[in-house]
């Protein structure tokens, strides 16, 4: 599975779902790419009013936060 999480500067919301996404890396075995938006006028029209967002294998799975009951489903071929 690969993990996209959207991030952008300052936001620490951000901080706390890389924080969660590097846990669970570890249990779930996902490649994690990480995306900051800042200073991009199209990713930052997309989802700066949503950040963090979290993509799993290019599927949103939660916005503000992770969803990690999401994420599990992903993993596990559910969702």
């Known amino acids: 599975m690969h993990v996209r999480l959207y991030t952008g500067r300052g936001c ?3 901080e ?3 924080a ?5 890396r570890e249990e ?6 990480e995306v900051d938006v800042t200073g991009d006028p199209e990713l930052e ?7 963090p967002v979290v993509e799993a ?6 916005v503000y936060r992770v969803d990690e009951e ?5 993993a596990a071929g559910a969702g």
């Open 12 to 14: 620490h919301l951000c």
């Open 16 to 18: 706390t779902a890389r």
């Open 20 to 24: 969660e996404l590097a846990r669970l």
């Open 28 to 33: 779930l075995r996902f490649e994690l790419e």
């Open 45 to 51: 029209r997309r989802y700066r009013e949503l950040l």
């Open 57 to 62: 294998d290019g599927e949103r799975v939660s």
């Open 70 to 74: 999401a994420l599990r489903a992903r």
